[in-house]
């Protein structure tokens, strides 16, 4: 579940060694890689070893946050295997409503154009555009898209919209607005997560969250130059 919500590796592995010692292992190893994780525990002089595949889930730090509770709670009462198993059964990501995202997406996006220098024709176009866009990310996450075809046809979208700006002068700020409604796309995250885990020596963990998150920035902008093309937009 760590590894699936964008956990750091070093939490990950720091949180499953700090539960194998509360609940009696002698000894817990664990290996990562950006797909699945192989857990080996030692227990009374018996070693087991376990692969679990990670599925990719949208970042929640809550989540995280509430399993290090439970770790700190189990380290609190040693061996309760009844309560961790329970609580971690209990854990769900409580989603923000769609009709709440959209909307304050679209006002991030716009609310940066404006500190950008975007004129007020400018900052409705982003807020649209990008509103929009992520409207559009949702519902193709809802079919199960790949997120590289997500971040594509979103970030094509976007683009669409947001030339509105450039349309009989609408907006003295085109340029500001076309680069503004795209900033729901930037894996921040995962570049982030890609350099802490690189500088902590998870080297393959690191390369795989940095290739990931590269190949999201590539079809983002993939998908921008694709819609510019076909509009014949030239540049920012």
């Known amino acids: 579940m760590l590894l699936d919500y964008g956990a ?3 939490l990950i ?47 929640n730090m809550s989540i995280v946050h509430r399993i290090v509770s439970i770790c700190v709670l189990v380290e609190q009462n040693p061996g309760n295997l009844a309560m961790v198993e329970r609580r971690l059964d209990g854990l769900h990501a409580n989603s923000y409503s769609s009709w709440l995202l959209i909307p304050m997406i679209g006002l991030a996006c716009a609310a940066f154009s404006h500190l950008h220098g975007a004129d007020w024709a400018g900052f409705l176009v982003t807020f649209l555009a990008a509103s929009i866009g992520m409207g559009v990310r ?22 669409i919209i947001a030339s509105f700006a450039t349309y009989q002068n609408f907006s003295q700020t085109g340029g500001v607005v ?18 802490l885990d690189a500088f902590k020596g998870y080297s393959s ?3 795989g969250r940095w290739m990931e998150a590269t190949l999201l920035t590539f079809m983002t902008s993939l998908g921008i130059i694709l819609a510019m093309s076909l509009l014949g937009i030239k540049g920012w």
Do not use: D
């Open 8 to 10: 750091e590796s070093h």
């Open 138 to 159: 949702l519902w193709l996450s809802k079919l199960n898209y790949s997120m590289l075809i997500v971040f594509a046809l979103t970030a094509f979208t976007c683009t």
């Open 205 to 207: 963990m690191g390369w």
């Open 13 to 59: 592995e720091q949180i499953s060694t700090r539960f194998g010692k509360a609940l009696g292992c002698s000894s817990t190893e664990i290996s990562l890689i950006p797909s699945a994780i192989v857990l080996t525990t030692l227990v009374e002089g018996r070693s087991i070893t376990t692969t679990r595949r990670a599925h990719a889930q949208p970042i």
């Open 178 to 195: 076309l680069s503004s409604s795209v900033l729901l796309l930037v894996p921040g995250f995962p570049y982030i997560n890609a350099i």
